[in-house]
Every structure is written in C-alpha cells, then in structure tokens.
C-alpha cells in the first residue's frame, strides 16, 4: 500500500527526503530501491531545487554523502509531481495497483492541498498507512485522524464521512520550531 505523509512543503519535506535516502541507501533488501517515493507539491519541488542550489553550505554529513555519490533531495526512486493531472492520474494509481510507495503532499495537517485527495481515496483501505510527522492542530482533519483512527473511528471530509481503517501512525521530532513550553521558558 500506500503511506502517506501529510508534510509542510518547506523544511520538513526536504527532511524527510533526506532520511528516506537514507534508509533507501541503507536496506540489505534490494526492493527498498525500487520503492516509489514521490513528492507531490509544486512548491515542495521548487524548494528541493533551492536546496539543492545550496549545497555548498550543507554540513559535512550531508557533504560526504554526496561525496559517496549520493542525492539526498534527488535519488532514483524519487518522484515529483507536478501538474494537477498528473496528481489526480497518480492518486488513481495507486489506488487501483496497489503498488508500494511513500507519498509526501501538503498540507501537513490534512486540511487542503493534494494530501486530501490521496486520504480521501485510501483512508478506508487497511493496506494504507497515514504518517503524521508533524503537530495536528485540534480542529483540522490530521487531528480527528491521529485521535480516532488508532480506535477505528472515522473523519469528515468534503461533508463525507470516511471510517478510518488505514494505519495511522505518527512521529514526533521533526518539528521546526518551539513548542509552548520551550517558548514561556
């Protein structure tokens, strides 16, 4: 199936990329390089090309990498969708071939932009998995998802109800900026 990250565009994105390269690059099995990991977000794409314009002030980790020959913003099995058609015809893709891969759209917290299509399209699978790796506002749909999915509940989206039944998981740490407490201390 699927897993599908709802992310912010700048910064977190890039993140992950940078860690999905590495854990591609480091697999003993080889079908982790025949894993499908796209990018759908026109401005995500516009950002990895001005990091990777900036790579001359990237620190020494990401530099040995590339050193090694490796493209931490640009490996092989990386995928950029750019037009909305070509999103809407992905969407269908994957839903109708079930192929694995690794889906990074905003908004990152589920409430616009092309993460919705693919939520509203493989939520109710159980082959799917949704991945937050980011704080879900109370309110927006990334939140009702990470409160009610891990018990089976559902979501409303586009005034549809939706039972969750993909996986949802959530990673704490990519975090950008300060929390509440780290900004009264």
Known sequence: ????????????????????????????????????????????????????????????????????????????????VDTHEDHLKLVDHLVKTRRPAVVIAASGMAAGGRIVNYIKAMIEDPRHDILFVGYQAPGTPGHEIQKYGPKGGYVEIDGRRRTIRAKVSSISGYSAHAGQIDLVN
């Open 1 to 80: 199936g699927t897993v599908m990250i709802p992310a912010f565009s700048i910064g977190r994105t890039q993140e992950l990329l940078y860690e999905l390269e590495g854990l591609i690059h480091g697999a003993k099995d080889p079908a982790w390089r025949d894993l499908a990991v796209i990018v759908d977000s026109p401005l995500a794409a516009r950002f990895n090309a001005a990091y990777n314009a900036l790579k001359p002030w990237w620190d020494a980790e990401a530099h040995k990498r590339l050193r090694a020959g490796r493209h931490p913003l640009s490996f092989d099995n990386l995928i950029t």
